[in-house]
């Protein structure tokens, strides 16, 4: 074990980057703001070792689930950023076509150039705010919630943007939900391979707890795969097989329960 390995756990045991990172209220369109946005990219796939496996994965996994269909309306909730998720269904799917939702304007513009580069802004419908803003009559065939629910405080915040997506699926229709779960000070191991992930792409052990500090100050991802299977339960969904892991992230599909 190396010298940079164990001042970052023995900072984890006693405790000090608990305190340092003690969450707070979250708000996430004001999170990513245009500096996050021009960043996010690069730094999610630091942040998540298989970033566009995952993605890819997420893809098949809702192609597998929805079977032989040559056509398919796709809700993509924090669809902002990379919009990577939309570029990995089109590329797979030629027929699918997607609302891309995002209550934050910078992130926004940034999936938008994504998707531009991408030949796919044609086949996409962009809308800045919230899942409840969508027309009531608007329902989809499948969707997607991929790096969202760890930036939501509190489990009733969870539920509720589950239950609004859910209100726009159609009977049975499949959901993907991805992002990060366990408590972070509770699994040390993780966090502090999560710092190494960041030194392997040349941070300092100082910048190391910078970016630590910049990525946990406020999140609040469910403490266990059990709190999220409870979550998607509580939000009229079914248990959830999960297809991807990796460090604190877990990927899952689950479906709308009639």
């Known amino acids: 074990m190396n010298f940079y390995y164990c001042c970052v756990w023995r900072s984890l045991i006693s405790g000090q980057w608990r305190t340092a990172l003690k969450p707070s209220p979250l708000n996430s369109a004001e999170k990513f703001d245009t500096s996050r946005a021009k960043e996010y990219g690069r730094q999610s796939r630091i942040a998540l070792a298989g970033y566009d496996a995952c993605q890819d994965l997420a893809a098949c ?9 040559s056509s398919a309306k796709i809700l993509v909730v924090g669809a902002g950023g990379t919009a990577q998720e939309i570029v990995a269904m089109a590329k797979l799917e030629p ?8 209550p934050s304007e910078p992130m926004l513009e940034a999936a938008k ?37 760890h930036h939501l405080d509190g489990d009733e915040t969870k539920r509720q943007i589950l239950r609004s997506i859910r209100a726009h699926l159609k009977p049975g229709a499949p959901l993907i939900v991805a992002g990060n779960q366990y408590a972070y000070a509770s699994q040390p191991l993780l966090l502090a391979a999560w710092g190494q992930r960041w030194r392997q792409h040349g941070a300092s052990a100082d910048e190391v707890k910078v970016k630590l500090g910049k990525i946990l100050q406020g999140a609040d991802p469910p403490h266990s795969e059990a709190a999220v299977q409870k979550l998607l339960h509580d939000a009229g969904f079914g248990d959830a097989t999960r297809f991807f892991s990796s460090l604190f992230w877990g990927a899952w599909l689950t479906c709308k329960v009639v």
């Open 61 to 69: 996994m809702l192609a597998a689930s929805l079977g032989n269909t």
């Open 113 to 149: 150039q994504q998707l531009e580069a991408n030949k796919l802004l044609e086949r996409t419908t962009m809308h800045l705010g919230q899942v409840e803003d969508l027309a009531a009559d608007e329902s989809y065939d499948a969707a997607t919630l991929i790096g969202v629910l």
């Open 95 to 102: 027929g699918w076509r997607f609302t891309a939702v995002d």
